[in-house]
């Protein structure tokens, strides 16, 4: 399959990246959910904490992404009755999304392993050319 200039964008200006952020955006908030169950805002306001630009995200990835968890078993909502404000959905995370978060956190160390063994492979080939070129 030919790829070239706007391959894989799905026809939409940003669509590629879109998908980028919602793949990492999941595990993430599983993670938040992981320490407790809480409200969408306050996962929002904690994506900081991994390296999203609050200002840049849109809101709706978000409560998209928790729809989508919820639709695949790893989260469940529940209106939370003791809001003092408007009714507020608390997302809890689930054992399917516990055994997702586990298996994503395992693919991302053997990821981290393999990129850190091409760093060193290609760092002793470039030392290998210095040493060389040194010498002559």
């Known amino acids: 399959m030919p790829r070239g200039r706007g391959a894989g964008r799905g026809g939409r200006r940003g ?10 955006l999941q595990p993430v908030l599983l993670v938040m959910l992981h320490r407790g169950k809480t409200h969408g805002y306050s996962l929002l306001s904690g994506l900081d904490e991994f390296g999203f630009n609050p200002d840049r995200l849109d809101p709706s990835l ?23 404000g408007p ?13 997702y978060l586990k298996g994503w956190m395992e693919d991302l160390s053997r990821a981290r392993q393999e990129i850190e063994t091409l ?14 070129s040194n010498a002559e």
């Open 15 to 24: 669509q590629g990246r879109r998908r980028r952020v919602m793949s990492f």
């Open 62 to 84: 978000v409560y998209r992404a928790l729809r989508e968890m919820e639709a695949a078993g790893q989260v469940t909502s529940q209106w939370d009755d003791d809001s003092l």
């Open 87 to 99: 009714q507020r959905r608390v997302y809890s995370i689930t054992q399917e999304g516990e055994s």
């Open 119 to 132: 760093e060193t492979a290609y760092k002793q080939v470039e030392q290998s050319k210095g040493d060389q």
